[in-house]
């Protein structure tokens, strides 16, 4: 029963969270800006540390890493850790971010990856930071992650479909 509680949540209540514009709020009561009125009108990390200045911008960056941290230790606690559920509750949030908030949902996914599987994270990072220093190109690295991503998850995972799956899923959403 817990189980079906946890995936009622995640669907629910994820894409809500996701949708919560958490940057627009803090770059409102902070820098006294509306991101959605200024620049190209993306609420984003990004946009906050430009239009916000360096505070705005860390405060950003943590509250949408802390949206990706707490979707998967909330997916833990209704299902066992490292679980697909964690992945699938990721996508949950990111087309809640996207949906509602008009963002990527990139730094959600990033830290959120980060606890699910720490391993892989580290390896993906590492992997693209040797690539865009070699590369010199944000683009091929940013592309060279989403596919590595979830090709990692396979390689350590191989035994776990639905996991690979979610992974591929959630790499292609982004």
């Not at 946009?47 to 997916?75: D, P, Q």
């Amino acid at each position: 029963m817990l189980e079906l509680w946890g995936a009622l949540f995640i669907f629910i209540v994820f894409p809500l969270l996701g949708g919560l514009p958490v940057i627009s709020w803090i770059t409102n009561a902070l820098a006294k800006r509306r991101l959605s009125q200024i620049g190209t009108g993306n609420i984003g990390v990004s946009a906050a540390f430009y239009h916000g200045g360096t505070l705005v911008g860390v405060l950003a960056v943590l509250s949408e890493a802390l949206k990706g941290v707490l979707a998967v230790l909330i997916a833990r606690a209704f299902f066992e850790s490292g679980s697909y559920w964690e992945l699938i509750a990721l996508i949950a949030l990111v087309i809640g971010r996207f949906c509602m908030g008009k963002g990527a949902g990139t730094t959600n996914v990033v830290w959120g990856f980060a606890v699910h599987d720490p391993m892989a994270a580290a390896f993906v990072f590492l992997v693209g930071s040797i690539s865009f220093l070699l590369l010199r190109s944000k683009e091929l690295a940013k592309y060279g992650v989403l596919i590595l991503f979830p090709l990692i998850i396979a390689v350590l995972h191989f035994e776990d479909l639905a996991q690979i799956t979610a992974a591929f899923g959630l790499s292609a959403l982004l």
